[in-house]
């Protein structure tokens, strides 16, 4: 059974940072692009950031860049979401995804419809 898990969410006051963590079971997404989304209340889940599966290619929503930063290892099938500098308006459910297999290593996802596997998510709050 292919399970995607995020951990590393909580309560952080503004400023501060937090890492957030996805660890994938079941097959490996070695040759997958992987990427971080978030869902806050009464909103659309939104784009936050991708990573292609060599790791050599990397993007960023607009209101992210410059504060977070993805990153993955292949040999232990996960997904980090290095957040800093966070703002009381990135509080959400962060949800980690997997993309389609991918014989180019720089390519990356944007969408949610272009995703295949999802995790549970992972709540973080930030205080003002």
């Known amino acids: 059974q292919v399970q995607l898990v995020e951990s590393g969410g909580g309560l952080v006051q503004a400023g501060g940072s937090l890492r957030l963590s996805c660890a994938a079971s079941g097959r490996s997404f070695s040759r997958n692009a992987m990427g971080w989304f978030r869902q806050a209340p009464g909103k659309e889940r939104e784009f936050v950031a991708a990573i292609s599966w060599r790791g050599s290619r990397t993007d960023y929503a607009d209101f992210v860049k410059g504060r977070f930063i993805i990153s993955r290892d292949n040999a232990k099938n996960t997904v980090s979401l290095q957040m800093n500098s966070l703002k009381p308006e990135d509080t959400a459910v962060y949800y980690c995804?997997?993309?389609?297999?991918?014989?180019?290593?720089?390519?990356?996802?944007?969408?949610?419809?272009?995703?295949?596997?999802w995790g549970q998510g992972t709540q973080v709050t930030v205080s003002s």
């Open positions: 995804a997997a993309g389609p297999l991918s014989i180019s290593g720089s390519t990356v996802y944007t969408a949610p419809d272009e995703y295949d596997y």
